[in-house]
């Protein structure tokens, strides 16, 4: 078990640079996950953890060791893939077993160390079969048990429960969640999916274009987004953007002629044109209000969305508990709650 | 095109090359370049003068009328090859694709003559074609056929041609029933319902979505007729009588072993490796077309 | 509607046993033919088996035609054998490592020796013949296995195939595989080769029989007897046969060259049909 940091970290093809400048401190025993949309650079990031990519600019240090010159079988890494990377002529003892053979590991050594591995993942009825007898999900144990027996000082999942049905996902979620409490090793998770960023991550990494967009825990990435980028990306249905402009201290007009005054220090200028952000759960369906014409209505079960526009344009998305039934072309009235509004600077989408 | 991810190792790629490399260079360039070079000499019976003559032997073969021949009977025997074993072999594939149950049996039982070596089966068609204790022989001596195939060059033409074909029967049936089991059985259906008989079916649906493999036999055949079939001419022929079965490769060997002229063999290797490398580009260039189908 | 599917069924049926049959008809005319002594085979063909099928396969194997001067057949199909295994296992070996090497590094001249590789493909024997001969009777090989082998090991067929197969390998293997510690051979020996069996199967059944019907190289190569080998070897029986007129032993030495491989083809039929689509792309 091991710290992780990446200090500068940059990585190009060529002229092409695709990872930007990546700076993170990873304490020891740390459930990291770095998450974000296609081509954000994410896997390449957690290969260059691995070895498996090179590493353009900066260095990477797993414990004291700078690593950026070492192969991967000396990083002390393990990684756990998306497409489980079994051998499939191997039973699953033996895939199990060959980082430890090949490292001349004894065989009561091996032998108690995947016998240890199976136990924790359930997967001692299935040590003799290969690859191809097991269902998605028993294969990703076995990939993940063949991170455990190695017993590294880092855990590397890329996107490991990608190829999973929906049911399987949250499943495995909760054995990933468990097994990391029982073992306790520092991690790196990469996934596009941020529900499983949510609930898996001690802190996150939200990536976009090859730049760590911010890095902190869940809950500070939610409340606080540090650009319009992490605010979208995070918390479904996304976040509702508004354009505005600042007419005085506090108050803002928004596309359409709406105003609004926020309580709490001003914190653009007068005349700033300024993103006004507003989560669809803090809006809340009133007897009067900003008038909302509404468009769709998804009726899930709990809740229900309310795809709407204002008058004067502006889209609105709403999440209202309960089964509402609305039909295209209602009018309701909706209530902004003004303490939970985030200001972004519209040209660069920082957070004022 | 090659694998994103790969070894760095400097030095163990060259070692594992090395073994084919050394051979391919030993044993295909440097013979075929000897035997452009001889191409360009030419030399006694006993290699004691040695003169360099440039295209001559090029220019001399193609005015001789023993090549000129040579290159008619072999165009002639191969597609003679060609169609004595297509024709068969599509027939064949076309019954066995329309049945059921038993598909595989018939398969098995028509594969194997693949696995007779030419010279073999040139052995075996000697054998019944002997004008004196040959079956088929005696069979058409009944019917009133003066059978010599040693005396009668078309005779002996058309042996070589039964024995080569024979075996190349079960290549192109093999490929054949591939292809028409790649045919979707929905056109066909689309076609009768359209109002097509059988035959119309075959012949505008089934032939067309089958050339592809059908000219790629082709090509195969007449390559294995060009150069394979060493074997059946020197079994049974010798290349006779009087050269009438003297196709291109057997002319090499004989003018370049027996006659030993090595200048005019070589220079003969020379013209059949152009015809080979014509030959594999165009079916490089038509399987390409065949996958992008 | 049912009675003319049915006839034409059977019409079907009968046509392809039609073809089985006269495709197997030189076959059975050998087989009968073997099985008699020599005189009977003089004159009208007898239809029906004699009773000297094993004196005459004994003789052929043991003595072969003396009179002839041809050699005891039994050492020919040990050449025959040995020269097709060698050249099928040599092929497989050295083709699988430069396809391996190809395909899994990156080296100066990588291009250069695929391209190498791929000329050989518009190469057959019977162009460079000539000089080969020159090249291995230089080096002192003639009458040798070596002499018959070494020339035909060589082959771009093979080093394609494995190529094709090894780009289909998910690069996630070899990740997993670098990340276990594994290095390039051991990756090859673990991994590649047990995932390759197939090919090399099917590969082994299409090179075994390219070795066995080899004619023109081992009729250049052998000079002594007793290297000749039994698809060469049949050749001069024939020219004899004919003055001698002992066709019973030719038919049953060709028999014999045809049974291996004809089983190998039957035994195993799904390879040799996997080899056959593989190596013709």
Not at chain 1, 75 to 88: E, S
Not at chain 2, 219 to 228: E, G, P
Not at chain 3, 188 to 206: C, E, M, Q, Y
Not at chain 3, 239 to 247: P, S
């Amino acid at each position: 078990m091991a710290s992780v940091a990446f200090k500068s970290v940059t990585k190009s093809y060529g002229s092409n640079a695709v990872i930007h400048g990546v700076d993170m401190q990873i304490a020891d025993g740390e459930f990291i996950v770095v998450v974000g949309p296609s081509g954000c650079g994410k896997s390449t990031l957690l290969r260059m953890v691995a070895g498996l990519e090179a590493i353009t600019g900066g260095t990477i240090s797993i414990g004291e060791r700078v690593v950026n010159q070492l192969e991967p079988k000396d990083r002390d890494i393990a990684m756990v893939f998306q497409n489980y990377a079994l051998y499939p002529h191997m039973s699953v003892f033996e895939n199990m077993a060959y980082g430890l053979k090949i490292r001349g590991f004894s065989k009561t050594d091996i032998e108690a160390r995947v016998k240890r591995a199976a136990d924790i993942l359930q997967l001692d009825p299935y040590l003799a079969r290969r690859p191809r007898e097991l269902s998605g999900g028993q294969r990703q144990r076995v990939a993940m048990g063949r991170a455990i027996v190695r017993q590294p000082a880092v855990f590397l999942f890329d996107e490991p429960l990608s190829n999973l049905d929906a049911k399987l996902r949250v499943q495995m979620r909760i054995e990933i969640k468990r097994l990391h409490r029982e073992l306790g090793v520092t991690s790196i998770y990469v996934t596009h999916d941020q529900i499983e960023a949510m609930t898996l991550a001690d802190r996150l990494v939200v990536m976009n274009g090859g730049r760590a967009e911010q890095i902190g825990p869940p809950k500070e990435v939610y409340e606080r987004p540090a650009t319009t980028f992490v605010a979208t990306f995070i918390g479904s249905p996304a976040m509702n953007l508004l354009p505005a402009r600042a007419v005085g201290p506090g108050s803002y007009e928004l596309a359409g002629g709406l105003t609004m005054q926020l309580a709490g220090p001003a914190k653009a200028a007068a005349g700033a044109e300024v993103t006004l952000g507003i989560r669809p759960e803090h809006i809340a369906l009133a007897p009067e209000g900003a008038a909302l014409s509404v468009e769709l209505a998804e009726e899930l079960g709990a809740d229900t969305i309310v795809y709407g526009r204002l008058d004067g344009g502006q889209e609105l998305v709403v999440r209202v508990p309960g089964y509402l039934e609305l039909a295209i072309g209602d009018r309701v009235f909706v209530q902004i709650d003004t303490s939970k509004i985030h200001q972004f600077d519209k040209a660069s989408g920082q957070r004022l | 095109m090659h694998k994103r991810v790969t070894f760095d190792n400097k030095l163990l790629p060259y070692l594992l090359v090395s073994p084919q490399i050394l051979v391919t260079i030993v044993f295909f360039f440097i013979p075929a370049g000897e035997a452009v070079v001889y191409s360009l000499f030419s030399q006694d019976a006993f290699g004691i003068e040695v003169n360099f003559v440039g295209l001559s032997n090029f220019l001399f073969l193609l005015n001789d009328p023993h090549y000129l021949r040579s290159f008619g009977i072999t165009i002639f025997y191969s597609v003679a090859v060609a169609v004595s074993a297509l024709i068969p072999a599509l027939i064949l594939a076309v019954l066995a694709d329309g049945i059921a149950k038993g598909a595989t049996v018939y398969k098995t039982l028509l594969i194997w003559p693949y696995a007779v070596a030419p010279a073999v089966a040139g052995v075996l068609w000697l054998f019944m074609f002997n004008p004196a204790v040959g079956i088929v022989a005696q069979w058409l001596k009944l019917v009133g056929i003066d059978w010599n195939y040693k005396l009668n060059g078309n005779q002996a033409m058309a042996l070589v041609i039964f024995a080569a074909a024979w075996k190349q029967i079960s290549y192109n049936f093999l490929f054949f029933l591939a292809g028409l089991q790649a045919i979707p059985k929905s056109l066909i259906e689309a076609a009768a319902i359209d109002g097509a008989g059988p035959v119309r079916r075959f012949f505008t649906i089934v032939l067309p979505l089958l050339s592809p493999t059908t000219f790629f036999l082709v090509v195969v055949n007449m390559v294995y007729a060009f150069f394979d079939t060493f074997g059946v001419i020197h079994a049974v022929t010798l290349g006779g009588p009087a050269g009438a079965t003297n196709i291109l490769v057997y002319k090499v060997f004989n003018d370049g072993f027996i006659g030993l002229d090595l200048g005019s063999s070589s220079a003969q290797s020379v013209i059949l490796l152009i015809i080979v490398v014509i030959l594999t580009v165009v079916q490089f260039r038509y399987v390409e077309r065949k996958v992008q189908y | 509607m049912t009675s003319s599917n049915r006839l034409m069924s059977l019409l079907v049926h009968a046509i392809l046993i039609l073809g089985i049959a006269v495709v197997a008809f030189p076959i059975l005319i050998a087989l009968i033919a073997s099985s008699h002594d020599a005189l009977t085979l003089i004159g009208k063909f007898p239809f029906y088996f004699g009773d000297h099928f094993l004196d005459n396969y004994r003789t052929v194997l043991g003595e072969g035609m003396a009179r002839a001067g041809g050699g005891a057949v039994g050492q020919m199909l040990m050449n025959s054998f040995v020269m097709a295994i060698v050249i099928a296992v040599g092929k497989i070996v050295i083709s699988i490592l430069s396809a391996f090497a190809i395909v899994y590094f990156r080296f100066p001249f990588r291009m250069g020796f695929f391209w190498m590789i791929f000329i050989t493909l518009m190469l057959p024997v019977e162009v460079r013949i000539l000089p080969t001969y020159q090249v291995i009777a230089n080096l002192n090989l003639l009458n040798s296995y070596t002499g018959l082998t070494l020339p035909l090991i060589a082959s771009a067929t093979a080093t394609f195939l494995f190529r094709q197969f090894f780009l289909t390998v998910p690069e996630e293997l070899t990740e997993a595989a670098r990340i276990d510690g594994a290095g390039p051979m051991r990756f090859f020996w673990d991994v590649l080769l047990p995932l390759s069996r197939t090919n090399i199967a099917a590969l082994f059944v299409i090179v075994f029989i390219y070795g066995w019907n080899q004619y023109l190289w081992p009729l250049l190569v052998t000079q002594e007897e007793s290297m000749y080998t039994v698809v060469m070897g049949i050749q001069r029986m024939v020219t004899v046969a004919d003055a001698q007129a002992e066709w019973n032993l030719v038919m049953a030495t060709t028999i014999l060259a045809l049974l291996p491989p004809v089983l190998v083809v039957v035994l195993m039929q799904r390879w040799f049909v996997k080899g056959l689509v593989e190596t013709e792309k």
